[in-house]
């Protein structure tokens, strides 16, 4: 038994191994294990050595997409958010209560500014932390990286290779 799909209108009941065309009345029930379809379906078993390399590879895929998309994430958030990261930084370095650096630029700064720095800063961190996961989203949609991931359950057939999945959906 390979699957079945049953029509409602005529209570029939059709070889889904045998017959790939299925009429949009027809209900889709869950696939069968590939061990009742003997590989025709999705292609022989691969053995357990096998197996267990290319799931080593998937995860080992997937773990360098998932760096290649935190490297990218890292990237987009600092070069949004450095301009109030520099005024809080000036401002906390500034002001007597804080630090009292004796740097150069703290000689421009009296306390007032220093406040008014780091007030400032955090109100321009807000709209551009929304700003900057806006752009790392859609970063993410154009160059495509979560179609990239990969199932570790690939590594168990032999054909299948590289899955690209078309059913991912942006919530962005």
């Known amino acids: 038994m390979c ?15 045998e017959v790939e065309e299925v009429s949009r009345d027809a209900v889709r029930l ?23 390399l290319c799931g080593l590879m998937l995860a080992l895929w ?11 994430l890292c990237v987009v958030f600092m070069l949004v958010l450095t301009p109030p990261t520099l005024l809080l930084y000036t401002g906390f370095l500034c002001h007597t209560r804080v630090l009292a650096s004796p740097s150069p630029l703290c000689s421009y700064l009296d306390d ?17 932390v929304v700003v900057a996961a806006a752009t790392f ?10 179609q990239l991931f990969q199932p570790i359950s690939a ?3 032999r054909g299948r290779g590289f899955v690209w999945r078309r059913d991912i959906r942006a919530w962005v």
């Open 3 to 17: 699957g079945v799909d049953v029509d409602l209108d005529d209570d029939g009941v059709q070889d889904e191994c």
């Open 30 to 52: 869950l696939a069968p294990p590939p061990a009742e379809c003997d590989g025709e379906a999705w292609g022989s078993r691969r053995g357990h050595v096998v197996c267990a």
């Open 62 to 72: 997937n773990v360098g997409v998932g760096v290649a998309c935190g490297t990218l």
């Open 112 to 128: 007032n500014s220093c406040s008014a720095l780091i007030i400032l800063g955090f109100v321009m961190m807000s709209p551009l």
């Open 137 to 146: 989203c859609s970063l993410l949609r154009r160059f495509r990286l979560l």
């Open 155 to 157: 590594a168990r057939y």
